[in-house]
T-cell receptor, first 111, second 116 residues
Framework: GDSVTQMEGPVTLSEEAFLTINCTYTATGYPSLFWYVQYPGEGLQLLLKATKADDKGSNKGFEATYRKETTSFHLEKGSVQVSDSAVYFCARSQGAQKLVFGQGTRLTINP | GAGVSQSPRYKVAKRGQDVALRCDPISGHVSLFWYQQALGQGPEFLTYFQNEAQLDKSGLPSDRFFAERPEGSVSTLKIQRTQQEDSAVYLC??????????????FGAGSRLTVL
């Protein structure tokens, strides 16, 4: 079945470091791709999305490009902040109703 | 309301008890989803409503799980005869559009169920 595989965490970085969190997805159909973020004590929030190949989603300094040839949607940020500490989930749409999530990557940024 | 509201936030049940989890979606949102998130895992789809119609319940793990949305707004997820493996965070999400596709889901903070 459809699946999403994320880089295993936890990931710990220093403030202002460059961030990459890898995500790959199964290539059935033409899914939309998403990154959701879960801050401590809060619900999942959409961070960014891309709906077709070569689209780039961006928000709050984070970017991810929909790469059909490598079935990837890696999350990047050039300079992370302590406030970016959270759990990040990559997801793909499945059919018209569902989202299939990766297992999540916990990110901790140290000052 | 301003967001998706779930209650209770925390529930502890003894094995064999029945529980009911409530979701109050954003007013006017057509679509409502339930997901189950085990510790350290990503959310997994349980069921989907479009207004009051339950269009997909393929993710419900057993017939002990039942969901309803009788008036197309508030939804309740009921778990009968709870088992320890039911311990998880149950997430509710709503959307203005039918289905997901490129549409954005707004998630509630979740109901954490612990079965002893």
């Amino acid at each position: 079945g459809d699946s999403v595989t994320q880089m295993e965490g936890p990931v710990t970085l220093s403030e202002e470091a460059f961030l990459t969190i890898n995500c790959t997805y199964t290539a059935t159909g033409y899914p939309s791709l998403f990154w959701y973020v879960q801050y401590p004590g809060e619900g999942l929030q959409l961070l960014l999305k891309a709906t077709k190949a070569d689209d780039k989603g961006s928000n709050k300094g984070f970017e991810a490009t929909y790469r059909k040839e490598t079935t990837s949607f890696h999350l990047e940020k050039g300079s992370v902040q302590v406030s970016d500490s959270a759990v990040y989930f990559c997801a793909r749409s499945q059919g018209a109703q569902k989202l299939v999530f990766g297992q999540g990557t916990r990110l901790t940024i140290n000052p | 309301g301003a967001g998706v509201s779930q209650s209770p936030r925390y529930k502890v049940a003894k094995r064999g008890q029945d529980v009911a989890l409530r979701c109050d979606p954003i007013s006017g949102h057509v679509s409502l989803f339930w997901y189950q998130q085990a510790l350290g895992q990503g959310p997994e789809f349980l069921t989907y409503f479009q207004n009051e119609a339950q269009l997909d319940k393929s993710g419900l793990p057993s017939d002990r799980f039942f969901a309803e949305r009788p008036e197309g707004s508030v939804s309740t997820l009921k778990i009968q005869r709870t088992q320890q493996e039911d311990s998880a965070v149950y997430l509710c999400a709503s959307s203005t559009h039918r289905g997901t596709g490129a549409n954005v889901l707004t998630f509630g903070a979740g109901s954490r169920l612990t079965v002893l």
